[in-house]
């Protein structure tokens, strides 16, 4: 195999290709190593690559393999860590000033978890400081790219993430998501970013401990992949307030044959209130809703009221902005990014009254959805209501003519899903016009991971990502 054919190859295809000797771990981490240093300075997907212990570890990997022991099920995979998740002796800026020259002593708990799967870390990815925004920059390493086109963003918070997984930096990432920054840069670079419960995957270390909106979780470029991954980092750890047990089988089992036929399917180009959608972001998910009828799903268009999303988001995001960085601004304001600055400006400015309405707000939205989806197994609905912009732009200011109020708006479909609390992936379904990719949003019932799973990989066969491979320019060829 080409080394090219090694950085596209699946995590699920590599596990099998090990086993059967066909390839080890130090190749396909020598040649993803390469894959960044062909792309990375054009893209910025990476800022910190962790060379020498990944070499190390690939080693020790394919030293496991000639000894035929027992393999974990990630062994000798490579795996990606979001800067803002903390790794042990390698530097975790989080996207800020503050932390530029931060180096952990600890690995986060989830990246305990893929070590001890055998995962290969490679490095970390780019975020907006504090992972605070749907545009990836900051001041440290600056603003990632799309490698679809690098004029326009790759999406964020998990943008640098998105990015190595589009163009054959590795075959998984870890990410997180509070209003969609796991799903977000899926869509805007052809990748897949799975929301799952708060709680199925543990987190910690964590400041606030009992966050019901922010999670961590899997990205990959297919859906076998993403449930691979999400088998070995769920499941309970009594550091983690929300987590729980879980049955990971149910995830890789999800996968093996799915099936949509016969399931009701609630349909919506948009939320309606919530924020406009673009016409080719819509036409392109309604492709998609066409083809779960083509599976057989009963596809209704329908969908409960989100009218409520913005004070809520306003109240409960305000509100943690306030309790993670409100202390950072008396001596850091001036280096911080002004959307971060803004939010917990924002939040300061929250009285009991408006975080308690926000509270009442999100329980009436969650048993409206609850009630909701007692008729439906999914909803589906465009990931991003807009296509990817300039990425000097930090946010979009208005959609179809109609101005935004505040740089969180444009990813309000994801963010209300993130309000109810229920899992959701967003998986390829199409382009633009101008050849951008676009995300569908499959959102399951409460805890109902491997129904999602199920879902997203029928339709992934139904309507394969066709090369799934961006025309990055690179070193001088219009394709990499």
Known sequence: MTDRDLTFTPATTLARLYRARKVSPLEVTEAVLARIDALNPRLNAYVTIARESALQAARAATAALRRRAVLPPLHGVPVSIKDLTETRGIRTTKGSRIYEHYVPDEDALIVQRLKAAGAIVMGKTNTPEFGAGGNTFNAVFG?????????????????????????????????????????????????????????????YPRELGWDSLSVSGPMARTVADT???????????????????????????????????????????????????????????????????????????????????????????????????????????????AGLVWNIEQGLRLTPESIGRGEKLR?????????????????????????????????????????????????FLTYAITLTGLPAISVPCGFTRDGLPVGLQIVGRRRQEAAVLRAAAAFEAAAPWADGRPPVIASGASRS
């Open 143 to 203: 603003a990632t790219r799309n490698p679809w086109n690098p004029a326009l963003t790759c999406g964020g918070s998990s943008g640098g993430a998105a990015v190595a997984l589009a163009t054959g930096m590795g075959p998984l990432a870890q990410g997180s998501d509070l209003g969609g920054s796991l799903r977000t840069p899926a869509a805007f670079c052809g990748v897949v970013g799975f929301r799952t419960t708060p709680g199925l995957v543990p987190v």
């Open 227 to 337: 449930a691979l991954m999400l088998a070995v980092i769920a499941g309970p750890d009594d550091r983690a307030p929300l987590s729980y047990d879980v049955d990971t089988r149910e995830f890789l089992r999800a996968v093996r044959a799915p099936s949509v036929k016969g399931w009701r399917v609630a349909w919506t180009p948009e939320l309606p209130g919530v924020v406009p959608v673009d016409a080719e972001v819509a036409r392109a998910a309604e492709g998609a809703a066409r083809i779960f009828r083509s599976l057989g799903a009963r596809v209704e268009t329908a969908c409960p009221d989100f009218g409520e999303v913005s004070e809520i988001v306003l109240a409960t995001r305000g509100l943690s902005m306030v309790a993670l960085h409100a202390d950072k601004l008396p001596r850091w304001r001036a280096q911080m990014q």
């Open 363 to 411: 329980t009436a939205l969650w048993h409206r959805v609850r009630v909701f989806m007692e008729t439906y197994d999914l909803l589906i609905l465009p990931t991003v209501a807009v296509p990817p912009f300039p990425v000097e732009q930090p946010y979009p200011t208005e959609i179809n003519g109609k101005p935004l109020e505040n740089y969180t708006q444009w990813f």
